[in-house]
């Protein structure tokens, strides 16, 4: 069975720090770009951050720019977002998307409908 599963939210106050990991079953990551997306309350869905299966390259969006960092462990069959400096405006609903490296469209911010498959989200609460 294809599976993306996210984990690592969780309530935190102004200033700290998250680690969100997204892992895959059923297929290999590594030949896999990855995605990470955000939904806030009464907001469309936004790119946040994806990493391509090029090593070395990613993106990230410049509201997060500085803060959040895309990492892959293929041996673990992982994706993580470091996330770092978290206010308010990053309550979310963190999602990550993964689409094959031979359809990866190299274009930037990513396009969520691109993407063959999609965790069922994390919850991201900043908050004092």
């Known amino acids: 069975q294809v599976q993306l599963v996210e984990s690592g939210g969780g309530l935190v106050q102004p200033g700290g720090s998250l680690r969100l990991s997204c892992v895959a079953s059923?297929?290999?990551?590594?030949?896999?770009?990855v995605g990470w997306f955000r939904q806030a309350p009464g907001k469309e869905r936004e790119a946040v951050s994806c990493i391509s299966t090029i090593d070395g390259m990613s993106w990230s969006a410049d509201s997060v720019t500085g803060r959040f960092t895309v990492s892959r462990d293929n041996a673990q069959n992982r994706v993580y977002l470091q996330m770092n400096g978290l206010t308010p405006e990053d309550t979310a609903v963190f999602f990550c998307a993964a689409i094959a490296g031979s359809r990866e469209s190299y274009v930037y911010p990513p396009r969520e409908y691109d993407y063959e498959y999609w965790g069922q989200g994390t919850q991201v609460t900043v908050s004092s």
């Open positions: 059923g297929f290999s990551l590594d030949s896999y770009a």
